[in-house]
T-cell receptor, first 115, second 114 residues
Framework: AQSVSQHNHHVILSEAASLELGCNYS??????LFWYVQYPGQHLQLLLK??????LVKGIKGFEAEFIKSKFSFNLRKPSVQWSDTAEYFC?????????????FGKGTKLSVIP | NAGVMQNPRHLVRRRGQEARLRCSPM?????VYWYRQLPEEGLKFMVY????????ESGMPKERFSAEFPKEGPSILRIQQVVRGDSAAYFC????????????FGEGSRLTVL
């Protein structure tokens, strides 16, 4: 079965620290990759996406992610986090083929940024 | 996000009752998806609908759950005879196209079954 793994359940950082959240997916051919963020009390929002082309993708609010095909990974990074980045982050994969509209989500990583 | 609107935001039901969750997609979107998030889990796909059509309900439990997206009005996810295990957050998403994966989510409806 297709699956997405997020390595960290809860990450606690101080402001200005660098962030890297891991995401690995099971092999399934061509994929589209996404990171969503859910701020406290709010809806899921798209941070960034990768469909094709440059494997280093830049998103909103200074976030970026790198697609490494050989490692089936799509890690999220930010050089310097802010308190307002406190949220839950979800990696999601869209596999090609039948049912390609479905997104398979990881379990999420809660990020707490301490001022 | 000019918004995918979901209501109610919170719903409490006793075992055996029915739960109805509503979702109005973003303006101009004709594709609606329902996802469920159980505690400590990621979102799991339930059903994909277009107006008056269920395209894929492979993620729906076989019994008690149904979904519709009528020609007029919101999409409705119905859970009959709820059980404690149905307690979860139910998220609706919409998109303009069916296969780009660019989903816009609502704030979710949190169902608690007593």
């Amino acid at each position: 079965a297709q699956s997405v793994s997020q390595h960290n359940h809860h990450v606690i950082l101080s402001e200005a620290a660098s962030l890297e959240l891991g995401c690995n997916y099971s092999y399934g051919g061509t994929v589209n990759l996404f990171w969503y963020v859910q701020y406290p009390g709010q809806h899921l929002q798209l941070l960034l996406k990768y469909f094709s082309g440059d494997p280093l993708v830049k998103g909103i609010k200074g976030f970026e992610a790198e697609f490494i095909k050989s490692k089936f990974s799509f890690n999220l990074r930010k050089p310097s986090v802010q308190w307002s980045d406190t949220a839950e982050y979800f990696c999601a994969v869209q596999y090609s083929g039948a049912g390609s509209y479905q997104l398979t989500f990881g379990k999420g990583t809660k990020l707490s940024v301490i001022p | 996000n000019a918004g995918v609107m979901q209501n109610p935001r919170h719903l409490v039901r006793r075992r055996g009752q029915e739960a109805r969750l509503r979702c109005s997609p973003m303006k101009g979107h004709s594709h609606v998806y329902w996802y469920r998030q159980l505690p400590e889990e990621g979102l799991k796909f339930m059903v994909y609908l277009q107006k008056e059509n269920i395209i894929d309900e492979s993620g729906m439990p076989k019994e008690r759950f149904s979904a519709e997206f009528p020609k007029e009005g919101p999409s409705i996810l119905r859970i009959q005879q709820v059980v404690r295990g149905d307690s979860a957050a139910y998220f609706c998403a919409s998109s303009q196209e069916g296969s780009t994966g660019e989903l816009f989510f609502g704030e979710g409806s949190r169902l608690t079954v007593l």
